[in-house]
């Protein structure tokens, strides 16, 4: 496999997660991130959101564990999951594969820190008025 990649096409990716306790089906959270992916003769390399298009370069670029041809996720949206012949290293069963879209990013991304927020507040305290208002609206 060659060192540089910065010639290759570069796709920009949503994955999106639900998170789950181990033993238990009931969701606890949501993950997201924006990724790039490419596809190379090797496998499917995936890039930092935030890493320059002419600095991606191995080691500083991944192989998801993705081969080409067989297992190209740019057939988009995908969904791995457990059973899956698509198996990567880097991209946990469950995830959503989407094209890239700023809005929905965002949406996302408010949607997990808001989750985030609720659980930790419900953590520390579960039986405050603030609390409880906020999993009352959260019901509705």
């Given at each position: 496999?060659?060192?540089?990649c910065?010639?290759?096409d ?15 089906d ?19 390399l ?9 600095e ?5 670029v991944q ?7 067989r297992?190209?996720p ?8 457990r059973?899956?012949?698509r198996?990567s290293?880097?991209?946990?069963y469950?995830?959503?594969v ?35 208002r ?7």
């Amino acid at each position: 496999m060659i060192d540089d990649c910065t010639g290759l096409d570069w796709q920009p990716t949503l994955f999106v997660k639900v998170v789950r306790q181990p033993f238990n089906d009931m969701p606890t959270g949501l993950a997201v991130k924006r990724l790039y992916l490419a596809q190379h003769p090797n496998g499917i390399l995936s890039a930092d959101w935030t890493l320059p298009a002419d600095e991606r370069f191995l080691p500083i670029v991944q192989v998801t564990g993705w081969k080409p041809e067989r297992d190209v996720p740019f057939d988009l949206p995908v969904r791995y999951k457990r059973g899956d012949r698509r198996v990567s290293f880097l991209i946990p069963y469950g995830t959503w594969v989407l094209p890239y879209d700023d809005e929905q990013y965002h949406l996302y991304e408010r949607v997990q820190t808001t989750l985030q927020m609720m659980l930790m507040q419900v953590e520390t305290a579960p039986t405050d008025p603030q609390t409880l208002r906020m999993l009352s609206r959260w019901s509705l």
